[in-house]
């Protein structure tokens, strides 16, 4: 192993540095997964759709689930025509989907050096509750989730 003298008269950290710093951007990354939840849609082997005689159970608010339906829609109708739509569009989709501008939260589709992202999410403020739609690799999935306490639907600046 270098030591810390030898390490930065080379200019570069010492290994246990890096070796640190690599577990705090692991340790990161898994409880910013284990914070999101699981991710269903429609096509999720894991969720059951009612058959045609049977009666729902939950409680679904109605304006919820049609919020639900519109971005689900809006994402997959705008993924049919183009696979990596950028922000702007994904935002005037949901706008011309009958969802507020106030309501939409949408991240960005292009890294700060201007390569594509390999995932975008957009929001949906509907009430309590946020409807989260993915778009990645050409497939959307859309999820509810409840709003933050900060009545936002995304965490930071999403500029």
């Known amino acids: 192993m270098i030591s810390s003298r030898t390490a930065s008269e080379h200019g570069r950290p010492a290994e246990g540095v890096r070796v640190t710093a690599l577990s705090v951007l692991v340790a990161t990354a898994l409880a910013l997964t284990a914070c999101s939840g699981p991710v269903m849609s429609a096509n999720s082997p894991s969720s059951t759709a009612p058959s045609e005689g049977s009666v729902a159970t939950a409680n679904v608010d109605p ?8 971005v689900e829609g809006t994402l997959k109708k705008l993924v049919t025509a183009n696979a990596k739509p950028d922000r702007e569009a994904v935002r005037a989709a949901l706008v011309s989907a009958g969802i507020p501008t106030a309501n939409v939260e949408v991240s960005v589709s292009r ?18 509750n946020c409807v989260m739609g993915q778009i990645r690799d050409g497939g959307v999935v859309v999820t509810v989730l409840p709003v933050l306490a900060t009545g936002k639907c995304f965490v930071g600046d999403t500029r």
Do not use: H
């Open 63 to 70: 304006a919820v689930e049609d919020t639900r339906l519109a």
């Open 111 to 128: 890294t700060p050096t201007g390569l594509d992202v390999d995932a975008m999410e957009a929001a949906a403020l509907t009430g309590e």
